[in-house]
């Protein structure tokens, strides 16, 4: 089976740089994924890694090492509208679905 | 592209009663899925479907829960003598591809009485 661990809660500055990290016990899977969820919204697709190494799409990056099993959502120059909830998230070899983290609480505050 | 679409955003209803949620996956996405999500979770998988197959369906899919994609377009989730825990919001998504992101709606949330 999969479980992904990630902290329940961060806070952060305006302008800072967070890191959320995701541990993960999994038989195998294609790739560690990342999505956004402001309240009542929509999960929204951030970044994947299907390979070891550094993913990088404008502010947002993502990293993943499969020999630590261990992955990480990394956001520069905070934006008040960055808080939200952030999910890690993996798909198994034997399946389609996703399986998802219980979710990291970013607060950005000024 | 005009995203995943689902109906009601909103549903409140008395324990015991059927209730029925469409999604509608964005145009070209052969592949759609349906998840709950309760307060503080992550989503949790429910069902898959590659065009009109339900091809993987969760143990949390209980007798009770029903779904059809009867023409490969829109999807169809049937819950029947609802419980207090079927309390959740239910959300919709589809790919294009077996490792393309997957796209979610903005989901239905369920209130029972």
């Known amino acids: 089976g999969q479980s992904l661990e990630q902290p329940s809660e961060v806070t952060a500055v305006e302008g800072a740089i967070v890191q959320i990290n995701c541990t993960y016990q999994?038989?195998?899977?294609?790739?560690l994924s990342w999505y956004q969820q402001h309240d009542g919204g929509a999960p929204t697709f951030l970044s994947y890694?299907?390979?070891?190494g550094l993913e990088e799409t404008g502010r947002f990056s993502s990293f993943l090492s499969r020999s630590d099993s261990y992955g990480y959502l990394l956001l520069q120059e905070l934006q008040m509208k960055d808080s939200a909830s952030y999910f890690c998230?993996?798909?198994?070899?034997?399946?389609?679905?996703?399986?998802f983290g219980g979710g990291t609480r970013l607060m950005v505050k000024p | 592209d005009t995203g995943v679409s689902q109906d009601p955003r909103h549903k409140i209803t008395k324990r015991g009663q059927n209730v029925t949620f469409r999604c509608d996956p964005i145009s070209e996405h052969n592949r759609l899925y349906w998840y709950r999500q309760t307060l503080g979770q992550g989503p949790e998988f429910l069902t898959y479907?590659?065009?009109?197959?339900?091809?993987?369906k969760s143990r949390l899919l209980s007798d009770r829960f029903s779904a059809e994609r009867p023409k490969g377009s829109f999807s169809t989730l049937e819950i029947q003598r609802t419980e207090q825990g079927d309390s959740a919001m239910y959300l919709c998504?589809?790919?294009?591809?077996?490792?393309?992101?997957?796209?979610f709606g903005d989901g239905t949330r369920l209130s029972i009485l």
């Open positions: 998504a589809s790919s294009l591809e077996q490792n393309q992101p997957q796209h």
């Open positions: 479907f590659q065009n009109e197959a339900q091809l993987e």
């Open positions: 890694n299907a390979l070891d």
């Open positions: 998230a993996v798909r198994p070899n034997a399946g389609n679905m996703l399986t």
């Open positions: 999994t038989s195998g899977f294609y790739g």
